[in-house]
């Protein structure tokens, strides 16, 4: 399909699936998923009647960006509710509940991906697709439900900062492992390279606040939101060139601009952006998905999600505990962090890099394979555990006790 009507696809159909998301009352970012996968060229392309079908939608480089933008976006606004003073303050308490995250679930995740491949690479890779949750699709849960000025998002957007943090280092290990392997002077030097400019990050956002005001002074919204997202935008795309997530570097530059004066502003003018382009990620993710290559990999999607379910929910309701907070909202901790989404995604991209070298060509497409199906079924499972949580609340004050 030609590039602009394809686009125009997408934009009609992600329409679509507010109205019907209205209409259901459910949230919106599974259907965006879903009608990613359906307008798809795995599944519409293959669809004809009588010698007509749906529109197919192929990924392009304009959909590949949009949902790099969305990612950035979305972790953008993060930074903007969470900064950096408020990270310091509350340091100990993420590390506390980083730590019970960490220790869990890339536990479990070493043990589950070793029985699933019977290889140890491919666990370690699969340790970091079951443990890293995703923090563009819990953010955007959260204020679609109006849970980001709640005491829950407190442990949820902290835990999600050190899974981030955590992430940077561990893809750039997976990367080398998986691409060669055996020069460990290279792959230290990329660690260090990474570790440095997340330091730079951090500097930034705690010394650049003048600066950052300064840029922003006009009266102009349009030179509010262009200058915003210029420096957003340029900083995050240079993070990805040399090794750093744009995700983690969009937060802190997010932290940059909290303490300024523009704070609301910035939150009022480009939250329809954050909102367009993060339909753009979604709707990739469905793209993306081709449900032919699930029925290999089923049984293994099963187990996964059987296993890491329960230890993401046992792991969240413990670091809901970490910052005192009652069992209900521990509770609301727990589930909100189910969801994995774009840090899997791109961990099963670098598996595919090491196919016939470091992992055979079967093995990677394998592990390919399962992580697109479990990022499918959890996103989906983690945003409607969250809209649905209020039985599992009604338990947790039950079994342990009243708010």
Known sequence: MADLLGIGVLFAAVAAATLVAVWLNKSVIPLYIVIGMVLSPSVAGQVAVAGYGLPVVE???????????????????????FNLDRLLD???????????????????????????????????????????????????????????????????????????????????IAAAL?????????????????????????????????????????????????????????????ALAIGVSEAVAAFFIGMAFAPTTHTHKLERLLEPLRDTFAAVFFFWIGVETD?????????LVVAAIVVTTPTKILSGYLSGRAYALTPRRSMRVGLGMVTRGEFSLIIAAVALTGAGASLSTELANAVYSFTVAYVLLMSILGTMLMQYSAPFEAFATARFGAE
Do not use: C, H
């Not at 019970?100 to 070793?114: K, R, T």
């Not at 079951?130 to 902290?158: Q, R």
């Not at 449900?291 to 049984?299: S, T």
């Open 178 to 238: 998986v691409t060669g392997g055996s020069d460990l002077g290279a792959a230290a030097t990329s660690v260090g390279v990474a570790l440095s400019f997340i330091v730079a990050l951090l500097l930034l956002a705690r010394y650049g606040t003048p600066w950052f005001e300064r840029a922003l002074q006009t009266t102009s919204n349009e030179f509010t939101v262009v200058r915003a997202v210029g420096i957003t935008v340029f900083i995050s795309g240079l």
């Open 59 to 81: 990924s392009s480089e304009f959909i590949e960006l949009g949902a790099e933008l969305g990612i950035v976006f979305l972790l953008f606004f993060l930074g903007l509710e």
């Open 291 to 299: 449900p032919r290559l699930f029925a290999g990999v089923a049984g």
């Open 90 to 172: 509350s340091w100990e308490r993420i590390t506390r509940a980083g730590t019970i995250d960490l220790g869990i679930n890339f536990g479990v995740g070493l043990v589950l991906g070793f029985a699933l491949f019977r290889d140890p690479l491919a666990a370690f890779l699969v340790a970091g697709i079951v443990y890293i949750s995703s923090s563009a699709i819990i953010t955007k849960s959260l204020i679609d439900l109006g849970w980001i000025a709640n005491d829950e998002a407190n442990p949820m957007l902290g835990t999600l900062v050190f899974e981030d943090l955590f992430i940077a280092v561990y893809l750039t």
